[in-house]
């Protein structure tokens, strides 16, 4: 009965694209990607939260976070989110040494396929506590020797 032995390896034939959609990964939603803090004087901190959920069906593995520069801080929640499961990147970024429009990005490495970066960002304005036109002012010394 060589229909028999033909019928198994039809059905597997015909089922390794399902099988290939139901391969597990994690996948990230995000609340939000981007903060915007407005209007900030110069020296202030900035504290917020990135709140994001592993709406996958396997294990989000985060490798590790890192920020942009070291004006800004990132400590995450969990370095493992289960399927379902929320996480979170506390983000402060110190505005000591700048004035004007600012952007800093957190990235977070994880086990995403196809993407194995995400980014996070702050960005507004800061405010310098003295102003002064022009920006760069230049001194000269005069000296005169003593006649």
Request: proline share 7%.
């Amino acid at each position: 009965m060589p229909g028999f032995r033909i019928a198994p390896l039809l059905i597997l034939f015909l089922s390794l694209p399902l099988l290939s959609y139901s391969e597990s990964s994690p996948a990230l939603k995000i609340d939000e990607a981007v903060f915007d803090f407005g209007e900030v004087s110069q020296g202030e901190k900035v504290t917020h939260t990135f709140v994001f959920e592993n709406s996958g069906n396997a294990p989000l593995l985060i490798d590790k976070v890192k920020s942009s520069c070291g004006c800004t801080a990132a400590l995450l929640s969990s370095k493992e989110l289960a399927p379902g499961e929320s996480g979170t990147i506390k983000a402060t970024f110190d505005s000591t040494r700048f004035r004007g429009s600012v952007r800093k990005v957190i990235s977070l490495y994880s086990n995403l396929p196809g993407a194995g970066r995400t980014q996070f960002s702050l960005q507004g304005v800061v405010i310098p506590l003295v102003s002064y036109t022009p920006e760069q002012l230049d001194f000269c010394l005069l000296y005169t020797s003593p006649s």
